[in-house]
């Protein structure tokens, strides 16, 4: 049976400085992405685009949810698997590559999970359903660009 869920999110543009976008560099990159019930998020396009360096960008919030996603199914699937994870940390990468009319694209994304886990778990167990999570991951199912993965699992001391 198949199921849906719907997500809503408000965007308010907060870069007017006073007469809008009367020329390109008239304004700023500025927005707030505002959820019920979370805290706003402040962003901007990202510095080489004129935007503010200290705000998160469309470009680094699709690959932090690439990898959030990710972890939160290889979580699940441990868990399932009797695999206990004690630490998880990730330092993805992505490249986007220009086209010469000014637009792009994501060419791939690389997440380096570092994932420890306990003794008497299942190190190729582990290393294996990181390749399942990639396969269930709603974000990673919904983009047209590979997601490499190089898991490294160290066992607790």
Known sequence: MSQEHQYRTHLSWTGNKGSGTSNYKAYDRHYDIIIEGKTTLSGSSDPAFRGDPTR??????????????????????????????????????????????GSGQ????????????????????????????????????SVNFPIHH????????
């Open 106 to 141: 994501f060419t791939a994304a690389t997440l380096n999970p570092i994932v420890t886990i306990s003794q008497g778990s299942d190190k190729e167990k582990a290393i294996q359903l990181h390749h399942d999570a990639n396969k269930l991951c709603f974000i990673a199912r």
């Open 56 to 101: 998160h960008n469309p470009e680094d919030l699709l690959l932090a949810s690439i990898s959030s996603c990710h972890m939160l199914w290889y979580l699940h699937l441990c868990s399932v698997n009797k695999i206990v994870i004690v630490d998880y940390q990730d330092t993805s990468t992505a490249t986007m590559t220009m086209n010469p009319d």
């Open 150 to 157: 190089k898991p490294q699992i160290k066992i607790e001391t």
